[in-house]
């Protein structure tokens, strides 16, 4: 059974730091291209970054640098680090994982949740 969990999120200061981990069990994530997605309360889910199974990143326009996205082959788990945050980065982040060559093969986690407030 293919398995996503997500964790680290809770509250945060604006211009703080946050780490949050996407762990996976029942695929290898080093074979899957995975995503962060983040929803706030009344506001369309949002791509906000992205790691491909050859180890390339993307991100949003709007962040400018404040996050970034890596994998541990090791751990089986990819995380997002979240620099200098700030109240509207206030969401339900989730992790994406799917197969590039196999668009079936496509993976949610339940969400943690972050929140940045003073």
């Known amino acids: 059974q293919v398995q996503l969990v997500e964790s680290g999120g809770g509250l945060v200061q604006p211009g703080g730091s946050l780490r949050l981990s996407c762990a996976a069990s029942?695929?290898?994530?080093?074979?899957?291209?995975t995503d962060w997605y983040r929803q706030a309360p009344g506001k369309e889910r949002e791509l906000v970054a992205g790691?491909?199974?050859?180890?390339?990143?993307k991100y949003m326009d709007s962040l400018k640098g404040r996050f970034t996205i890596s994998r541990d082959n090791a751990k089986n788990t990819v995380y997002l680090q979240m620099s200098s945050v700030k109240p509207e980065d206030t969401a339900i982040y989730y992790c994406n994982s799917h197969s590039p060559g196999v668009p079936q093969f496509n993976f949610w986690g339940q969400g943690t949740r972050v929140t940045v407030s003073s």
């Open positions: 029942g695929i290898i994530l080093s074979a899957y291209d």
């Open positions: 790691i491909t199974q050859r180890g390339g990143t």
